[in-house]
């Protein structure tokens, strides 16, 4: 019921339904039927435009992390990164493994492990509640692939709140509180805002960044990229509202 509420709130969808409601009221001769078409219909290609998604992403992303604070300088304790999905059924796998975002998320962490040598942690459940977890998989493809080792797995939890409180629980244990967090960048402001209430001091080390480039003819032209950006940055910005209101209440 989350992810359907949340798909009727960032682009497209929430842009198809505002078409759907002008065409309706045109239909029935009310005033601004035209205008709501013509206003959705314009937002739709614009975020689905390079310039536009670029920009969005942009200005949301975490800005990379200095070299500083991820060398032994920088005080952390430990490594965690955070799942990003399963590629699950893989023929050419036979079986279940990572999706793409979330092994390049386990290729910068295991470039972090080997620089710092800091234990690491992975964190990923099993939201569709089949097949493998995030954590067995993120663990197989470190150990296997990269040749990274993993200390600890935290394979409950469902969402980004329950990836920050399920690692507390771990790492409390060995009394490791300043950690590097390893996610895309867009997904970082709302991840480093989870771990902080969970009570880590995040050194934030973001991977994958919309770097900038000279502007060309065809970044006004829609592209189902830029418009996945577009929507990243909207599901964030929900997801971060969202997050504070209900730590708000938690306390």
Known sequence: MTNAAAALLIPPGLLLVLLLLGLWLSRRSLRGGNSLVVAAATALYMLSTPLAGNLLLRWWEAAPAAASEL??????QAIVVLGGGIYGKA????????????LVRLRYASLLQRQSQLPLLVSGGNPAAEGSDEAQTMRRTLEQDFGVPVRWSENRSLNTLGNARLSREILARENITRILLVTHSWHMPRARLAFE???FSVIAAPTIHSTRRRLRVTDLLPDAGALLGSSLVFHEMIGMVWYRVRLV???
């Open 249 to 251: 209440f938690q306390g």
């Open 197 to 199: 209430h969970a009570g």
């Open 71 to 76: 060398g032994p300088g920088g005080g952390a």
């Open 91 to 102: 023929p050419e796998y036979g079986g279940d493994t990572v999706h793409a975002m979330t």
